[in-house]
C-alpha cells in the first residue's frame, strides 16, 4: 500500500500510514491501493477544501483537523485521537513533510493509547523515521511535556 505515490510515506501499521503531502491527482490512486480516508493536519483551509472534495470524488471519507507544526496541546492530540477512531481504516494521514504526522502519532500513542515512550518510538523507527526525525520529535515532546508540566502546576 502506498507506492509511487509523489510524497514520503511511512507505514506505521495496516490502519495508518504516515505521509507528506499528497498531489491532487493522487486520491484515486490512494483509493486504488486500498484507503479508506484521508486525514489532513495542515493549516491551509483552502487547500484542504479543495483536498476534501478530490478525495470525496475519488470515494475516500476525509477530515481535516488543522494543527500547529510546533507547540501542540493536550485538546490536539485528544481531538486526533478522536478523529482517527470515527474514520474507516486504513487512513491515509498527512501533513506537508510528514514530520508532524511522525510527531503527532507519537504522542497519541503515549497519551491516548498509554504506550511506554521506547514502544511507541520503536513503531516509528520500524515505519522509517530515522535520527535526524528522531531529533526534532525528542524536542518537540520535551517541549511539550515541560509546557503541560508548567500548566498543570499553574492551575495548582
Known amino acids: 500500500m502506498a507506492a509511487s505515490l509523489s510524497c514520503v510515506v511511512y507505514r506505521v501499521n495496516d490502519e495508518i500510514v504516515l505521509a507528506g503531502q499528497p498531489q491532487p491527482e493522487e486520491m484515486s490512486r490512494l483509493r486504488e491501493q486500498g484507503f479508506r480516508s484521508v486525514l489532513n493536519i495542515r493549516t ?7 483536498e476534501g472534495r478530490n478525495a470525496e470524488a475519488a470515494g475516500l471519507a476525509y477530515a ?8 501542540l ?4 492530540v485528544r481531538a486526533f485521537g478522536e478523529t482517527i477512531r470515527r474514520l474507516p481504516k486504513p487512513i491515509f494521514f498527512h501533513c506537508r513533510t510528514a514530520s508532524r504526522t511522525g510527531l503527532l502519532w507519537l504522542l497519541h500513542r503515549l497519551l491516548n493509547d498509554g504506550w511506554p515512550r521506547e514502544a511507541a518510538e520503536a513503531e516509528l523507527r520500524a515505519a522509517g523515521y530515522d535520527d535526524d526525525a528522531f531529533e526534532v520529535f525528542e524536542f518537540c515532546v520535551e517541549d511539550f511535556f515541560e509546557r503541560l508540566n508548567e500548566a498543570q502546576q499553574s492551575t495548582r
Request: charged fraction near 35%; glycine fraction near 6%; charge should be negative.
Open 44 to 50: 491551509d483551509a483552502e487547500r484542504g477544501a479543495e
Open 64 to 71: 481535516f483537523l488543522p494543527l500547529p507544526a510546533y507547540e
Open 73 to 76: 496541546r493536550p485538546e490536539h
